[in-house]
């Protein structure tokens, strides 16, 4: 079984500063992937980056990195230079053999001006 | 499309009805998710379909839940004698195939289905 961990109900952070989301994760597979979504108000799950459980570097997408520690089993989402548009709900997931995602509860992060 | 379609966006219904949802997934998508989010909570698994067979089936609540994909196209998910609690937000997602994760193979999701009982 597959499980996510995400602690942080919800944070808040300065316009242009950077954030991190917390992210745990608990699997039996040896190979798996882990993915950070983004819902906005609209409802719309947008994706932002993925880590494979087998990667040596850290995954970077524009301003967004992953801070991938496998020993502890965690993936933080790093956002930097945040901005109002980044005010959004984000959701870690985990798959494991195929395809099959599984969320955590998801952060609200609210940017401030 | 361009993008992963589901329809009714809205739907209420009473309690004890039939409802359905159809997801029209991104052309050549030949996995299909079906998943349900709760006010406040994450997306929950529910069914996936590799082609147009159901090729996990585990988060199906009840036997009330049901889905097709018979054409390994357009999906259907069917909800017999509908309860309060099956209030919330049905979403739908494609990838290119249902092997191993990868940055190349993301899930794509709908807008979803707001459903919402009597």
């Known amino acids: 079984a597959q499980k996510i961990t995400q602690t942080q109900p919800g944070m808040f952070v300065q316009e242009k500063e950077a954030v991190t989301l917390d992210c745990t994760y608990d699997?039996?597979?040896?190979?798996?992937?882990l993915f950070w979504y983004k819902q906005p108000s609209s409802g719309e799950m947008i994706f932002l980056i993925y880590q494979g459980s087998y990667d040596e570097q850290n995954a970077t997408e524009g301003r967004y990195s992953l801070n991938f520690q496998k020993a502890r089993k965690s993936a933080n989402l790093v956002i930097s230079a945040s901005q109002l548009g980044d005010s959004a709900m984000y959701f870690c997931?985990?798959?494991?053999?195929?395809?099959?995602?599984?969320f955590g509860a998801g952060t609200r992060l609210a940017v401030h001006p | 499309g361009a993008g992963v379609s589901q329809t009714p966006s809205n739907k209420v219904t009473e309690k004890g009805k039939y409802v359905e949802l159809r997801c029209d997934p991104i052309?050549?998508?030949?996995?299909l998710y079906w998943y349900r989010q709760s006010l406040g909570q994450g997306p929950e698994f529910l069914i996936y379909f590799q082609g147009t067979g159901a090729a996990d089936d585990s988060g199906l609540p009840n036997d009330r839940f049901f889905a097709v994909r018979p054409e390994g196209s357009v999906s259907t998910l069917k909800i017999q004698r509908t309860e309060r609690g099956d209030s919330a937000v049905y979403l739908c997602?494609?990838?290119?195939?249902?092997?191993?994760?990868?940055?190349?193979?993301?899930?794509?999701f709908g807008a979803g289905s707001r459903l919402t009982v009597l």
């Open positions: 052309s050549g998508h030949t996995a």
């Open positions: 997931a985990i798959a494991g053999g195929y395809n099959k995602l599984i």
């Open positions: 699997t039996s597979d040896q190979s798996y992937g």
């Open positions: 997602a494609s990838s290119l195939s249902a092997t191993a994760a990868s940055g190349a193979n993301v899930l794509t």
